[in-house]
């Protein structure tokens, strides 16, 4: 059932174009594993990027550039997308893809760890950032939270994907770092005066999982 609705959603919102379909459809040629976000998922970036005029987004989690070409087409001339990958295949297929989507002006690709890459954010002056996607390693989560914090303003928008996992983050005594740090992230998320945030279950075309969204605020 809930794969029939999640077909239909995608049928009347998340129309790709030809890119992003052959981005979908590269995985067995490139290598990089199909776990892109889903076109509706696209489109719920869009949407909010648009609904904050955000200019600087920050994305941890490159994969192929899915979400990053998502994303920079949700931007005003001059915008601009980061995006952290540890994988430089990942990188090399994302920059092949940027450049074929147009857009090599508006992503910039950084190859490392994040936890390596996300310091000269600080110091470089790319900060703060109007809109951050946590969607790479989720053992990071709380280390990524604490991040974004420090890189963002108020009025900033954190999404972090993935953080319901089939239902696997209810276990507060799994084995999966994964999922330990996906707990850690939303019990200190709900917990932080300095946001204010929900999760969201979703169902569809990605299986079942879930985002966390996050307004920061100036701690009031
Ligand atoms: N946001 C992408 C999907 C990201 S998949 C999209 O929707 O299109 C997760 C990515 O995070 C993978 O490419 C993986 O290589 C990368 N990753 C995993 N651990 C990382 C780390 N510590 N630092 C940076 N990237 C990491
Ligand atoms: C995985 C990672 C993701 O970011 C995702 O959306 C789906 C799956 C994974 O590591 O399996
Ligand atoms: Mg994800």
Redesign the pocket.
């Known amino acids: 059932m809930s794969d029939r609705a999640g077909d239909y959603i995608v049928g009347l919102f998340g129309a790709e174009d030809e890119l992003l379909a052959s981005l979908r459809e590269e995985a067995d040629r490139t290598g990089v ?1 199909p ?3 889903s076109a509706d998922e696209g489109r719920l970036l869009q949407v909010l990027l648009t609904a904050i005029n955000a200019r600087r987004v920050l994305e941890v ?1 490159t ?1 192929g550039g899915y979400s990053a070409i998502c994303m920079a087409r949700a931007l005003p001339p001059g915008g601009r997308v980061i995006t952290l990958e540890s994988n430089r295949r990942h990188a090399e297929v994302t920059r092949a893809n940027v450049a074929q989507a147009g857009l090599t002006r508006l992503v910039d690709v950084r190859v490392g760890e994040a936890l390596d890459t996300l310091p000269a954010l600080e110091a470089d002056g790319s900060a703060p950032f109007d809109f951050i996607f946590l ?4 053992r990071h989560n709380d280390t990524y939270l604490d991040w974004s914090l420090r890189l963002s303003r108020p009025g900033s928008v954190i999404v972090a ?2 953080v319901v996992r089939d239902g696997a983050v209810l276990d507060g005594d799994s084995a999966d770092p ?1 999922v330990a740090g996906i707990r850690r992230f939303l019990e200190r998320l709900s917990a932080d005066p300095r946001v204010s945030a929900t999760a969201i279950q979703t169902v569809g075309t ?1 299986g079942y ?1 879930g985002f966390a969204l996050a307004l920061v605020g100036n701690g009031d």
């Open positions: 594993p776990i892109a976000i989690g994969l969607d790479a390693d989720k994907d993935n994964d990605k999982d």
